[in-house]
């Protein structure tokens, strides 16, 4: 028995979804990794903002010290945002990741069952091959019994020389003439 289409089937439907849930991670992995450059920039943003605010008060620039307190606000409006975001979109990857191990399981236990499947089949070939061989072995001496029958015991033509038991010939032989009756060459019981 073939491993089925379906079963083939099955897997490439597995490897597919596998695909898919490994583009949705790496997509939500991105979205993760643009917040966090974002939060980054935002940080950024305050630490100028600071320096501008620090610059301002040395050099009595009061325009300077607004700018720098209203960088350092949008800064943390802007932490305010990301914050919440970064997190959902951490769920996101997180769900994802899971999804993503769950189809590639499911893959890899269709490629199991495929691989189990066809070494089946291989021993089953292979014990089918085996059996032929063996068959067509018994068949070929049981060819040589009939053949070798017709010949004189104890003649290289004799069904059991050459066999381990071609010593319980030459007994069946010596009894046979003891007993006056010819012995028995076919190899069957009957007398």
Do not use: K
């Amino acid at each position: 028995m073939a491993v089925s289409r379906a079963m083939r089937r099955l897997l490439r439907i597995r490897e597919l979804e596998e695909e898919q849930s490994r583009l949705a991670l790496e997509s939500a992995m991105g979205d993760v990794h643009r917040l966090e450059h974002a939060r980054v920039a935002g940080i950024e943003r305050d630490r100028r903002g600071r320096q501008l605010v620090h610059a301002s008060i040395r050099s009595g620039e009061f325009r300077d010290r607004l700018a720098g307190l209203e960088e350092s606000r949008a800064a943390d409006r802007i932490e305010l945002v990301l914050a919440p975001r970064i997190a959902d979109a951490e769920q996101e990857v997180s769900s994802a990741r899971e999804d993503y191990l769950s189809s590639r399981v499911e893959r890899r236990q269709a490629e199991t069952l495929i691989e189990e499947a066809e070494a089946r089949e291989t021993a089953d070939r292979e014990r089918r091959s085996q059996q032929a061989l063996d068959d067509w072995y018994r068949n070929r001496l049981h060819r040589a019994d009939g053949e070798g029958s017709r010949a004189e015991p104890g003649r290289s033509g004799y069904p059991w020389s050459g066999h381990p038991w071609s010593g319980h010939a030459e007994l069946l032989a010596a009894s046979a003439g003891e007993t006056g009756a010819e012995p028995n060459t076919t190899g069957n019981d009957e007398t």
